[in-house]
């Protein structure tokens, strides 16, 4: 009879983060599909994140509210001064036989001492590349310190899940993790599809049917390179090109990123059919945003069939196949971005060419199958935790609550 290798599965996880359902962004979604996704295996999951008083969505999962202040500067992000008494018995009462953080705030440091405490596993998400935020800020001196205090808070977890090869490379160059798995991301394809273009749409928000439409979508903040953004719409309405700006999002630029871009459509935050038509009715999507982790954005244009220019940065490698789907510009200036847009501009045959070929790529990246990966690693995480000798030991008391199968 062959031997079989025990699987250790999961039964209860509790994931923390700082934003779960009061802002939408990419993280926050992929969370609440992952809790869905967990949910839907009959496993019980416990949210511990701030809320505000009105949410952006109905979340998915249970949400145990944890007592916050808004993040100063940024008021529409909440801040957790770490685990009051009363959320660490509820923690302590749900008896966790996994942890996932999603950021190292305090929030997440509480929770990683409390795992550490209790002797449970904790992994990690890494979603943001919060150690660039500073130079955005004219604070680029505190980028190393940031990234030092972010090494020490992810060494001390299991594994750390990052969304692409590349990013994975990046931070195994920097130390951050001796343990890097890749939680790839999703895209609904039932809703983001070529055919969601509306040309009545267009017309409705001002735009003329012999203008190109070139799209940003997400947060108006300024690590999302706002101002390249607009300085490249600048040298191509110089060069005689007949472009126009679609902004989809909102967020505290919002006000000088209208007069930075006058005649640019501003739709404000959208979101299912809404969100997709507008992908879908613009011509070029354009990213020139080095912070992100991945690029849900970037995934969700190319379901919609767009050509693409981003940043040759790590949210954008692994999905910009350079002179395929689009144009991936090797330094962060108006000039190579200009240049890419012009080139799809001008040239229909290689427009549709990276249309077909962003719509083609895009069917790699199922839910089901990005989700089901992450499972499995959770999986191995039981597994090696369970069987350090030491460990096992230390545990004898909780190691029923996860399960071998037989």
């Known amino acids: ?62 949400l145990i509210s944890v007592p916050s202040i808004a993040l100063p500067g940024r008021g529409e992000y909440r801040v957790a001064l770490g685990m009051p008494k009363s959320v660490r018995r509820k923690l302590e009462a749900f008896n966790p036989d996994l942890i996932h953080l999603a950021a190292p705030d305090w929030l997440g440091h509480a929770a990683l001492g409390w795992a550490e405490a209790h002797n449970v596993p904790a992994v990690s998400s890494f979603h943001t590349r919060f150690d660039t935020y500073p130079r ?71 735009i003329e049917d012999t203008e190109i439409v070139v799209a940003f979508v997400g947060r108006l903040v300024l690590e999302k390179g706002l101002g390249v953004f607009a300085d490249t719409l600048d040298l191509l309405k110089e060069r005689g090109l007949q472009v126009r700006a679609l902004i989809v999002g909102d967020g505290p630029e919002r006000e000088r990123f209208g007069e930075r871009l006058p005649d640019a459509v501003f739709t404000g935050y959208l979101n299912g059919e809404g969100l997709a038509r507008a992908y879908a009715s613009a011509d070029i999507f354009f990213n020139a945003s080095v912070t992100e982790t991945f690029g849900n954005v970037t995934l969700e ?106």
């Not at 999961?10 to 967990?38: C, E, Q, T």
């Not at 719509?359 to 790699?364: A, F, H, I, Q, Y």
């Not at 999986?379 to 190691?399: E, H, I, P």
């Open 1 to 62: 009879m062959p031997f079989e290798i025990a699987r250790f599965e999961p039964r209860r996880i509790a994931l923390f983060s700082g934003n779960y359902n009061y802002v939408m962004d990419g993280p926050v979604r992929a969370l609440n599909k992952l809790v869905a996704n967990l949910e839907e295996r009959g496993i019980e999951v416990l949210v511990f994140a701030p809320t505000a008083k009105k949410a952006a969505f109905q979340h998915a999962g249970k």
């Open 136 to 206: 955005y800020y004219h604070m680029a001196w505190l980028e190393k310190h940031v990234t030092a205090f972010m090494r020490r808070f992810y060494h001390r977890c299991e594994q750390i899940y990052v969304p692409s090869p590349c990013m994975a490379q990046v931070l195994a160059e920097q130390d951050m993790s001796p343990n890097i798995g890749i939680w790839s991301r999703g895209v609904d394809q039932s809703l983001f599809r070529p055919d969601q273009r509306s040309m009545s749409w267009r017309r409705a928000s001002g």
């Open 301 to 406: 244009a190319m379901a919609c069939g767009l050509p693409l220019v981003c940043a040759d940065a790590t949210g954008s490698r692994s999905l910009v196949d350079h002179g395929q789907n689009g144009y991936l510009a090797e330094t962060v200036s108006a000039e190579a971005f200009a240049s890419a847009l012009q080139a799809i501009i001008l040239d229909d045959d290689l427009k549709a060419a990276m249309a077909a070929n962003s719509l083609e790529k895009s069917r790699d990246y199922s839910w089901s199958a990005v989700l089901g990966r992450l499972y499995d690693q959770y999986c191995d995480v039981l597994a090696g935790f369970a069987t350090d000798a030491q460990r096992c030991k230390r545990k004898s008391k909780s190691l029923p609550s996860v399960t071998a199968a037989e």
